[in-house]
Structure formats: C-alpha cells, structure tokens
C-alpha cells in the first residue's frame, strides 16, 4: 500500500510539471503575439498612406534648405553649394535614416539636383511686349503709379491664350482689373485704378501702402500645369512702376549672373519588409499648384 508521503510528492511532481507545462505554452502564445505584434506595426508604418506622409515630409524640409540657401545669398552658385552641402552631405538624410530606423524602415534622402531660374525686374513701362514661353512662371507682379488718359490707357496681359487680364487706369468708365476667359465667363476684381498686381497669389492694391485685397479670378498662374505663355502688351501706356517674375530658365547660368536655385530635385528610398520605394521628388516652394 502507497504511504501517505509518497502520494503527496506525486501530487507535486504532478503539479510542477502542469505549471511548466502551462508556462510553456504562454511563453509560446505570447511570442506568437508578440511578433504578429511587430509585423503589423512594421506593414503600418509603411502602407501607402505613410508613404505619402515621408514624402510631404521631405518636400517641407528640402523647401526649408532651399528658403534658408535663398535667405543666406542673392547668387545661385552659393545657393547650389548650400543645398547640395546640406543635401548631398547627408544631413537630412541621416535624420530620416536614424529616424525610421527603430521602426525597422529605411528612409533616405539624397542625390540633389538644383535648377536655376530666371529673376528679372524692371520699369513696367520697358516690359514692352514681354513673352516668356516655354516658362514655368513661379511669380509675377507689377505696380503701376499711373496711365496715359485716354482710350489707349490700358495694359493687357494673356496667359496660354486662356486668360486674358486688362488693366484700365485711363480716368473712363473702365477703370480697374477685369478678367476674362474664366470657366463662368468675366470678372471684375475692382472697378478703381490699381496700383498692384499679383498673378501669382491673386492679389492686387488700389494704391501704394494700401491693404492686399484677393481676388480669385487673378489667381491665374495657379490654374496652369506645365509651361505658360505669358505675354503683356501695353507696358507702354504705364507711367510709373515696375515689374517682377520668376519662371524656369533652361539657359545656362553663365550667361544670366542673376539666376536663382528655382527649383531641386532629390532622391527619397523607403524599405522595409512591405514596401519598396525608389524615387525622385521635385520640390519648388512657392509655385502655384
């Protein structure tokens, strides 16, 4: 007959071994958890939609570099050295790159590549008949301090042959900023002399120090994709003032000293275990999208 004693460490050997037994399969159930855990942050962090988000994250910093270069110097060959210093030396880069890297996502950021552009001021009444064709325009504004009188007092500018802006300040009935050839036909930003015009923001001032009234219907540039065909016509007539734009330059820099760094491009790489993306992103702050 079993001794009481010998029952009992039977019950316990029984028992230790259940324990282990259960802890086992917790250690198992939780690393099983653990690492379908991890995947799935791991694919979160790269769906398309976080893609998406480092990309407008790189075009937001690249745009800070390329303000900062714009800021430090008036000269596009010290510009570039800024940019590709910052770019090209890695700096950005290795932020993202130790940045995803505890996400277990390799992000990248390199390869830069400055565009110049070409920065031209002036009278407004030397534009004469100005056509920048083949020209992303960035920017473009004039002021205007006064017209001839008369009928001919007007100055017209055409864009793409779309839209076409007039500028009246002859002392008649026409007075103001009309525009036509918008989706609902004409509009009339102010029937009052102007004193400024921005095709880039759709903006304009009634005279010098005055506040920026908006007016939709200027926003041209805006609208356009590609390149524009901007002419003005007219200049002539204006008796004071001047203009201003920017537009992309396929020039070579030698012969314009007053470029510009208009735009840059850089390569961005994002890995991991879900997604692989090899690109070039084209940042240009300050166009009209």
């Known amino acids: 007959m079993a001794r009481v004693t010998d029952r009992g460490q039977a019950l316990l050997v029984g028992a230790v071994v259940l324990a282990a037994a259960f802890l086992s399969l917790a250690l198992v159930l939780n690393g099983a958890l653990y690492e379908r855990t991890l995947s799935s942050e791991a694919s979160e962090e790269v769906t398309g939609t976080q893609v998406v988000a480092i990309q407008d994250a790189v075009r937001g910093d690249v745009a800070t570099v390329m303000e900062q270069a714009a800021n430090r110097s008036d000269s596009y060959d010290e510009e570039s050295d800024y940019v590709n210093a910052t770019l090209a030396g890695h700096r950005l880069g290795a932020n993202y790159t130790r940045h995803y890297a505890e996400r277990d996502v390799y992000v990248n950021v390199s390869d830069p590549h400055p565009v110049a552009g070409q920065n031209e001021t002036g009278p407004a009444s030397s534009l004469g008949s ?33 839209y076409q802006i007039r500028i009246d300040g002859d002392g008649g009935g026409d007075d103001g900023i009309h525009v036509d050839g918008l989706p609902d036909g004409s509009a009339t930003c102010t029937d009052t002399e102007p004193a400024y015009v921005d095709l880039t923001n759709g903006s304009y001032r009634t005279s010098p120090g005055s506040d920026i009234e908006r007016c939709p219907a200027l926003d041209v540039l805006s609208r356009m994709d590609g390149t524009h065909d901007v002419t003005v016509s007219g200049a002539s007539h204006v008796t004071g003032g001047t203009y201003w734009y920017f537009v992309h330059d396929t020039d070579t820099v030698a012969t314009h000293p007053e470029k510009r760094v208009y735009q840059t491009s850089v390569r961005l790489v994002i890995h991991s275990e879900s997604i692989h993306y090899d690109g070039r992103i084209r940042v240009a702050p300050g166009e009209p999208r």
């Open 130 to 162: 100005a056509s920048f064709t083949d020209s992303r325009a960035r920017e473009f504004r004039m002021t205007f301090s006064g017209f001839d009188e008369g009928p001919a007092g007007h100055l017209e500018i055409d864009v793409d042959g779309t």
